[in-house]
Structure formats: C-alpha cells, structure tokens
C-alpha cells in the first residue's frame, strides 16, 4: 500500500478518519502530533504554546519525516498546519496525499471546546484565516480533495474509492 497521509485543517477528521481506514486496510495508523508528542514529551497543544509557531513548524516537519521512516505501510494524518513549512510540502508533495475538508460550520461544531491554540482568540474567525493562509498549499500538494462532512463509514467508503481510483 504504501504511505497515505491526510492533510485539512484542524477538525476534518484527520486523525479519525486515518484510524478507520488503517482498520479497513490492515495497516497502521500514524499521527504526526502523537509522534510529536512523544518526541517532546508535551502534547503538540502544549508544545505549541510553550515553544511558538516557528519551533513548533520544524518539529511537525520532523514528526513528519519520522512517520514516513517509522512505517512502510500506513494512514497518516498529519496536523493542520504541516502545510506552512516549505519543506514538509516537498515531502507532501512526493507522498500519496489527500485532502480532507469541509464546511467551516461542520469543522466548529467538531472541534467544540478543543485544545487548539490558533484558534483560540476566536475559533470562526480563526479557522478563517487558516483556511484562507493554507488553503492553496493544502491543494498543492495533494492528489485530490474529500469533503468529510458525511457520516465516518461513508467518508471511508469514499476515500476507499479515490485511492483505488487515482493509484490505477
């Protein structure tokens, strides 16, 4: 099978949607913030507020390199903003990559009261900007685009089909 690495800003089901096709597919399932996490010994949130967004990019780019050397086969979804360092979109770019996305309404209501430190002055506002800073990087790099507003099994189902689709 080799790598599919999910990409969207946060709160389109990177990571849940990457849990339930590595359950369909057999595979192992990766996550760049746990692989950060894990590396820094805080959670990406965390990370991310104590060391700032520049120093949080170069280990998100290493969380992400890692993944992609940790496991030949696997589903990995990789935190919203992978996008913002150039090198992590070279590496992207190379990669069977997806897209995930969906309504800004869907994507506030999922996130709820989440830890997510660039949202937090105002999550509307702020998830505009994001979309609107990420938005054409998020296509640059990858190989197609999956609306995640449906039900879960319907968005596997799906992406099931594009990856067959796209890989013949």
């Keep these: 099978m080799g790598h599919l690495v999910l990409v969207g800003l946060p709160g389109v089901g990177k990571t849940t949607l990457a ?4 359950e369909r597919w057999h595979t192992e399932a990766l996550d760049t913030d746990d692989v950060l996490a894990s590396a ?4 990406a949130a965390q990370y991310l507020r104590d060391e700032g967004e520049k120093n949080y990019r170069t280990r998100e780019f290493e969380a992400l390199r890692a993944a992609l050397h940790e496991a030949s086969d696997a589903v990995i979804a990789t935190g919203g903003g992978i996008v913002c360092s150039s090198g992590a979109r070279a590496a992207l770019s190379e990669e069977f990559t997806l897209w995930l996305d969906c309504d800004d309404d869907v994507i506030l209501a999922r996130l709820g009261d989440g830890d ?4 937090a002055a105002g999550p509307a506002e702020g998830l505009a900007r994001l ?10 790099v990858s190989r197609g685009r999956i609306d995640t507003s449906a039900p879960l099994d319907e968005v596997v ?10 890989t013949r």
């Design 40 to 43: 820094v010994g805080a959670s």
């Design 131 to 140: 979309r609107s800073e990420r938005e054409e990087w998020y296509r640059e």
């Design 116 to 119: 997510r430190p660039l949202l």
């Design 19 to 22: 849990r339930a096709l590595a």
């Design 157 to 166: 189902a799906h992406v099931a089909r594009e990856v067959d689709r796209l």
